[in-house]
Nanobody, 113 residues
Framework: QVQFVESGGGLVQAGGSLRVFCVAS????????MGWYRQAPGKQRELVAS???????DYSDSVKGRFTVSRDNAKKTVDLQMNSLKLEDTAVYYC???????WGQGTQVTVSS
């Protein structure tokens, strides 16, 4: 069984910061590429950040320089630090392996003006 549980979402003012968390139930977590995705109403789910098993990150152009992804293989967690948040960052944020397994419930991030 592979499951992902996201948490840490909330309401934040534009320009503020928020950290979202993901804990995985996965025996082979330490050898997987992990990703953070988001989906806003009326839009497709998009990959915003990924991180290899060894900790090498990659980011979409829309979040590069503002978001930082990290992982702890011992704890089986993947975190996403979001700084300088913009209104367009409002979405439900999900974590998953690459390629995707079943989706968790995600965590809502709402950026207000």
């Amino acid at each position: 069984q592979v499951q992902f549980v996201e948490s840490g979402g909330g309401l934040v003012q534009a320009g503020g910061s928020l950290r979202v968390f993901c804990v995985a139930s996965d025996t082979f977590f330490g050898v997987r590429v992990m990703g953070w995705y988001r989906q806003a109403p009326g839009k497709q789910r998009e990959l915003v950040a990924s991180i290899t098993s060894a900790g090498s990150p990659d980011y979409s152009d829309s979040v590069k320089g503002r978001f930082t992804v990290s992982r702890d293989n011992a704890k089986k967690t993947v975190d996403l630090q979001m700084n300088s948040l913009k209104l367009e960052d409002t979405a439900v944020y999900y974590c998953n392996v690459l390629p995707n397994y079943d989706w968790g419930q995600g965590t809502q991030v709402t950026v207000s003006s």
